[in-house]
C-alpha cells in the first residue's frame, strides 16, 4: 500500500484542516488591491514611511496570504529560532530536525503534533496564533500599564482595550461578526509605535512558546505508539489528578519554558531578560485560553470537550518555574489580576 510522505500528508491536512471562511477572509485582505490600501492606512497613521511601502506591502503579505504563510518564511523563521533554542538539547534537537512543520488557516490559537501514517511527526501551528496573540498583547500592555507613567496606549480608551480581548475571545468561541468591531476598534493603534520592540518580542515568545510545546510532545515521546509512562494516576483524597493527556499537556508546557528559560540564560545580550518576564507573552497566552473557557460557559449550547486542561491550570503550574511570585512588581505578577476584569459577569 503507497503511504503519503510526511512532507504530502502536511499537505492533506492543510486541504482537510483549512477553515475554509477564515482561509478566504485571509485571501482577500491579501490581494495586490487590499495589501496597497492597507499600506496607504499605514502611511497616512505614519506607521511606515513613502520608501517603506514594497517593504511593508511584502511583510504583510508575509502575515496575511494563506498559501504564501503555510510553509513560508513566518512559520520557517520560528522554526529556526526553536531549534536553535534547541540545539543546546542535542539528544531533543535530533527528533525536532526532521518534523516539517506547516502554517494553516485555522483561528484557533494553538497548534498540535500529529503522527502520520508513515509513524513520522508534523506540527502544525494556527495562523489565529500569528493574528491574534498580537492585538492580545497590545490590549494586555494597553491596561496593565493603564496607570503607570508610561502608558503603552495612549489613542484608546481602557474599555476599548479591555473589549478588544473579550472581544477575540468571544469571535474564537462564537465565530460571528460582530465580535470583530469591538477587535478592529483597536486595529492599528499609534502608540503601539513607542512599544514596538518590546511588543514584537512578546509576541515572538509566545509564539516561540507554541511550536516548543509541539515539539516538547515529539521529544518526550508523547505521539510514540507505545507511549503508556502515564497510565498510573494514583488518587489521593484532596489531590488534584489529571488524565494521561492532561499530564502530557503539563509536560510539554514545562519542557518548552525551561527550554526558552536555558536560551536566556545562556544569551549574551545585557540585561539579560529575567524568568519572571519570559513568563508574561506566555501566561497572557494561558490566561487568553482561560478566558476563553469562562466565556465559553456562557454559550447556550456549550457541547466541546476541553482536551487540554484549563488555561488557568497551565499557567499555574509555569508561575513558580519563572518564579513570578518571587520578583515583587514583576511584569508577569500582574496578569492574573488584568484578566479578572475580563471575566465575563457573573
Ligand atoms: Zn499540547
Not at 112 to 122: D, E, F, L
Not at 171 to 199: F, N, V
Not at 287 to 316: D, I, M
Request: proline residues 6%.
Amino acid at each position: 500500500m503507497h503511504l503519503p510522505t510526511d512532507e504530502q500528508y502536511l499537505q492533506l491536512l492543510y486541504e482537510q484542516w483549512s477553515e475554509p471562511e477564515y482561509a478566504q477572509s485571509l485571501a482577500k485582505v491579501s490581494t495586490e488591491a487590499a495589501l496597497d490600501a492597507q499600506v496607504d492606512r499605514l502611511v497616512r497613521l505614519g506607521v511606515c514611511s513613502e520608501e517603506q511601502r514594497e517593504a511593508a506591502k511584502e511583510g504583510l503579505r508575509w502575515f496575511l496570504s494563506p498559501q504564501v504563510t503555510f510553509r513560508g518564511g513566518l512559520i520557517a523563521g520560528l522554526r529556526r529560532v526553536a531549534l536553535h533554542m534547541l540545539s543546546r538539547l542535542p539528544e531533543h534537537e535530533s527528533k525536532a530536525l526532521s518534523v516539517p512543520i506547516g502554517l494553516l488557516p485555522i483561528t484557533d490559537l494553538n497548534g498540535c503534533a500529529v503522527r502520520t501514517p508513515r509513524g513520522g511527526t508534523i506540527i502544525v501551528i494556527n495562523h489565529g496564533l500569528i493574528t491574534f496573540v498580537s492585538k492580545i498583547l497590545e490590549s494586555y500592555l494597553a491596561l496593565s500599564s493603564w496607570d503607570s507613567d508610561t502608558p503603552y496606549c495612549k489613542h484608546h480608551s481602557k474599555r476599548d482595550n479591555a473589549s478588544t480581548i473579550v472581544g477575540i475571545a468571544n469571535y474564537l468561541i462564537r465565530g460571528d461578526g460582530p465580535w470583530m468591531s469591538s477587535i478592529a476598534k483597536t486595529a492599528l493603534c499609534p502608540s503601539q509605535h513607542a512599544y514596538e520592540q518590546l511588543h514584537d518580542a512578546f509576541c515572538y515568545f509566545a509564539e516561540v512558546f507554541v511550536l516548543l510545546h509541539e515539539y516538547g510532545h515529539v521529544c518526550l515521546g508523547h505521539l510514540d505508539p507505545n507511549n503508556t509512562s502515564h497510565s498510573r494516576i494514583t488518587q489521593a483524597p484532596g489531590v488534584e489528578t489529571y488524565n494521561t493527556s492532561q499530564l502530557q499537556e503539563f509536560e510539554a508546557d514545562e519542557f518548552a519554558f525551561k527550554v526558552m528559560l536555558k536560551s536566556i540564560e545562556d544569551s549574551d545580550s545585557r540585561p539579560q531578560m529575567l524568568p519572571s518576564d519570559l513568563a508574561l507573552p506566555i501566561g497572557v497566552l494561558l490566561k487568553f485560553f482561560e478566558l476563553c473557557e469562562l466565556w465559553s460557559l456562557t454559550k447556550v449550547s456549550h457541547s466541546e470537550k476541553l482536551t487540554h486542561p484549563s488555561g488557568k491550570a497551565r499557567w499555574e503550574k509555569i508561575r513558580p518555574l519563572a518564579g513570578v511570585d518571587r520578583v515583587p512588581g514583576s511584569l508577569a505578577g500582574q496578569i492574573d489580576y488584568v484578566f479578572a476584569t475580563l471575566h465575563p459577569p457573573v
